[in-house]
């Protein structure tokens, strides 16, 4: 379960993790406003809900019968931003809820160092039930998936989706690369921005990679207008 947290102190947390000592350029740089994202036509799109009520009691792939919820994703429809991980672990098969164990308590650090609370953003997973062990998602299991993802991607249309890891990366850019050469530059999803980045269980295994994680979100932040502080 995740313990209550702090959004000052997971701000603070996270920059001295990724080598930020000098905060007072968050509240005073001039970010300039972000381009306008290529005009896409809106396509037919279902609400969340309407979403949510076809996907029932979801008997598509061989996850159902050991799963204890559906993890379908939190966060407004009209998030600006939307963060995709690969499937829920225990803890968020018990509660119904994305990233809600240790990952969950870095990205919602990540969250908040980039000007957001975690209620702000989108949350969601390439696929929606636990891969039992918490092994990896199978293709057939992420192909059983994969519209009700696209789905909410179409619904919300955000400025930018953060793909988590390999899985989200690879699903959503459609390319096969692995992750460490996916991300750093976006890519794009029905013309929505998307950068992928580290996910927080391997950033948890190696946190010398988080300096690159915040770079990637730091991109993203430019592109959204949020301020972006130095590091020395
Ligand atoms: N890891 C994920 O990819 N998703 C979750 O919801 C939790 C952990």
């Known amino acids: 379960?995740?313990?209550?947290?702090?959004?000052?102190?997971d701000w603070l947390d996270f920059f001295r993790d990724v080598g930020v000592t000098d905060l007072s350029a968050a509240s005073q740089e001039q970010v300039p406003a972000p381009p306008a994202l290529p005009g896409?036509?809106?396509p037919a799109t279902l609400s969340?809900?309407?979403?949510?009520?076809?996907?029932g009691d979801c008997r598509r792939c061989k996850l159902h019968p050991t799963r204890t919820n559906i993890v379908f994703g939190v966060g407004p429809e009209n998030a600006e931003l939307v963060f995709v991980g690969e499937g829920p672990g225990e803890n968020e098969d018990l509660k119904g809820e994305p990233f809600v164990g240790r990952a969950g308590e870095l990205l919602?650090?990540?969250?908040?160092?980039?000007?957001?609370?975690?209620?702000?953003?989108?949350?969601?997973?390439?696929?929606?039930?636990?891969?039992?062990?918490?092994?990896?998602?199978?293709p057939d299991e992420i192909a059983a998936c994969r519209p009700f993802l696209e789905r909410q991607l179409d619904a919300i249309r955000p400025k930018v989706i953060v793909?988590?890891?390999?899985?989200?990366?690879?699903?959503?850019?459609?390319?096969?690369?692995?992750?460490?050469?996916?991300?750093?530059?976006?890519?794009?999803?029905?013309?929505?921005?998307?950068?992928?980045?580290f996910h927080p269980s391997y950033l948890l295994q190696s946190p010398s990679k988080k300096k690159e994680a915040w770079s990637d979100l730091q991109q993203v932040m430019k592109l959204l207008g949020k301020p972006t502080p130095r590091r020395d």
């Open 1 to 9: 379960m995740t313990k209550p947290t702090d959004p000052i102190l």
């Open 163 to 197: 793909a988590l890891g390999a899985f989200a990366a690879q699903l959503i850019t459609g390319s096969t690369d692995r992750i460490s050469l996916l991300r750093g530059r976006f890519h794009e999803f029905r013309g929505i921005k998307v950068m992928p980045t």
């Open 48 to 55: 969340l809900s309407a979403i949510r009520a076809d996907l």
């Open 108 to 138: 919602t650090k990540m969250i908040v160092a980039m000007g957001y609370k975690r209620q702000e953003v989108y949350i969601a997973n390439v696929v929606k039930c636990r891969p039992p062990g918490n092994r990896d998602p199978e």
């Open 40 to 42: 896409q036509p809106k």
